[in-house]
């Protein structure tokens, strides 16, 4: 995918005013099956629809990176008591 500007990258990111800063808590599944903890910092749609997130899983995974949204490997979790 690619941005007006070129590929989504954290190098080449969406336009600042189209992205929505949050701090959203996810479980991630990786194609083994595993899971991490992590999380969402920020949203972006791109003109197709597709949603991005702005993802980091922990412990300390590197940098974020934008990666279109799969909620089928991507689960949000509560932010406040359930």
Known sequence: MATRCGPLTWDSP???AEVRWVYQ???V???DG???LGRISAWWQDDEGEQWCLLRT????GRPRW????PDSVRLLPTEGI
């Open 14 to 16: 969406p336009p600042e």
């Open 25 to 27: 808590p996810v479980e």
């Open 29 to 31: 599944q990786y194609p």
């Open 34 to 36: 595993a899971w991490a």
């Open 58 to 61: 922990l412990p300390g995974d």
């Open 67 to 70: 990666l279109r949204y799969d």
